[in-house]
């Protein structure tokens, strides 16, 4: 299994412009967060998906950001207008919920909001 | 409010040392709990998960326990290697959660490791 992808890697974008940010869970695991790492507030989670709905997305700073998951295999998160504090890494993580194992985190994807 | 606390921040020791790294948690109502390893730049790797059944979890040189009584958890790395320098990170799902769901992380100890 090639584990939790995301993409892109890294993001570089000028303020107000919409950013897209990707990921692909493991096959088979039913649960997808998406998580925000910042120095001042390490990591926050901001959304996560069972079975792809969305169920706890109190962590979403605010309207600005938006996540999707259309299947199983593929979520989005979205931030329209991006601003210089968003600055930060976001992962993506996913498990099969109902099993006793654990989380698998993605790579993250580094973004730059100049 | 649920917390998740790791000591020290930070610790550099010299090769080969055994070693033990810190997370406290508030309310012992546990389901399980995770370490992590982060290296600069890089995303999470899991190292160890322990559930509330279990007192450690062993791995290699790394050891990990749980004790909920007293809100500890400790990951102990025996004969430190430079390859070991990173930061580790301790999480848990929040009580009465069922176990799932998301996971509360402690802020991290970076270790250093020198030859």
């Known amino acids: 299994d090639a584990g939790v992808i995301q993409s892109p890697r890294h993001e570089v974008t000028e303020m107000g412009q919409e950013v897209t940010l990707r990921c692909k869970p493991i096959?088979?695991?039913?649960?997808l967060f998406w998580y925000r790492q910042t120095m001042m507030r390490g990591l926050e989670l901001l959304i996560y998906?069972?079975?792809?709905?969305?169920?706890?997305d109190s962590g979403m700073p605010e309207d600005r950001f938006s996540a999707k998951m259309p299947n199983a295999s593929f979520s989005t998160l979205k931030i329209q207008p991006s601003e210089p504090r968003d600055s930060a890494v976001y992962f993506c993580?996913?498990?099969?919920?109902?099993?006793?194992?654990?989380?698998?985190f993605g790579s993250g994807t580094r973004l730059t909001v100049v | 409010k649920q917390e998740v606390t790791q000591i020290p921040a930070a610790l550099s020791v010299p090769e080969g040392e055994n070693l033990v790294l810190n997370c406290s948690f508030t309310d012992s109502a546990i389901y399980n709990l995770q370490w992590f390893r982060q290296d600069p730049g890089k995303g999470l790797t899991s190292l160890l998960l322990i559930q509330s059944s279990q007192r450690e979890q062993t791995s290699g040189r790394l050891n990990a326990s749980l004790d909920k009584s007293s809100g500890r958890s400790t990951l102990y790395i025996a004969a430190s290697q430079p390859g070991d320098s990173a930061t580790y990170l301790c999480?848990?799902?929040?009580?009465?959660?069922?176990?799932?769901?998301?996971?509360?992380f402690g802020a991290g100890t970076r270790l250093a490791v020198h030859p």
């Open positions: 998906f069972n079975n792809n709905v969305p169920i706890d």
């Open positions: 999480a848990r799902p929040p009580a009465f959660s069922g176990g799932y769901n998301k996971l509360i």
């Open positions: 096959s088979g695991h039913n649960s």
């Open positions: 993580a996913s498990r099969y919920e109902g099993s006793v194992s654990g989380y698998t």
